[in-house]
T-cell receptor
């Protein structure tokens, strides 16, 4: 069965600092991978996705993520965090060829210090 | 395009009362989903639909029913609300089987007292 682990429940970074949010998945083959962001009181917005090809994918708002098959990871990065990036971030996994339902991690809450 | 909309945004119920949450999408998406979000639990799938007239159970279906009579609407019903159903409910939609990304509504915050 698929599973997704986001090891960090809460991360605090200073504005302007770099950011890396971790995501590890368990799946027998290469899954489809997603990062979503949820601002307070809002729904989830898709940041980026990986299906195949280049393992470094670019998303909206200056975010990128790198798929590493050997580590079963899909970590989200941003070189310089802005105060508006404070939100909760969810990693999700989908199994190709199946119903395609997504399995979500429990989320990482990002706080940004001025 | 309004995308995915949910009605209502907030609701307070007493234990035993019933209600229906409405999800509507104007993107002609085939698939629709209902999730609940609880602190520290992420999103858990309640029910989903792969097309008009179809429904299927997700991870946590007990206490909920759904219907998809029209392609653009997906209804989530609570027949007899319980305090354990206090949660934020999200609807999502997906274009078709080959496209896996889901698009989310703004959520409904439900409190059962």
């Amino acid at each position: 069965a698929q599973s997704v682990t986001q090891p960090d429940i809460h991360i605090t970074v200073s504005e302007g600092a770099s950011l890396e949010l971790r995501c590890n998945y368990s799946y027998g083959a290469t899954p489809y991978l997603f990062w979503y962001v949820q601002s307070p009181g809002q729904g989830l917005q898709l940041l980026l996705k990986y299906f195949s090809g280049d393992t470094l994918v670019q998303g909206i708002k200056g975010f990128e993520a790198e798929f590493k098959r050997s580590q079963s990871s899909f970590n989200l990065r941003k070189p310089s965090v802005h105060w508006s990036d404070a939100a909760e971030y969810f990693c999700a996994v989908g199994a190709p060829g199946s119903q395609g339902n997504l399995i979500f991690g429990k989320g990482t809450k990002l706080s940004v210090k001025p | 395009n309004a995308g995915v909309t949910q009605t209502p945004k907030f609701r307070v119920l007493k234990t035993g009362q019933s209600m229906t949450l409405l999800c509507a999408q104007d993107m002609n998406h085939e698939y629709m989903y209902w999730y609940r979000q609880d602190p520290g639990m992420g999103l858990r799938l309640i029910h989903y639909s792969v097309g008009e007239g179809t429904t299927a159970k997700g991870e946590v279906p007990d206490g909920y029913n759904v219907s998809r009579l029209k392609k653009q609407n997906f209804l989530l019903g609570l027949e007899s609300a319980a305090p354990s159903q206090t949660s934020v409910y999200f609807c999502a939609s997906r274009l078709r089987q080959e496209s896996y990304e889901q698009y989310f509504g703004p959520g409904t915050r439900l409190t059962v007292t």
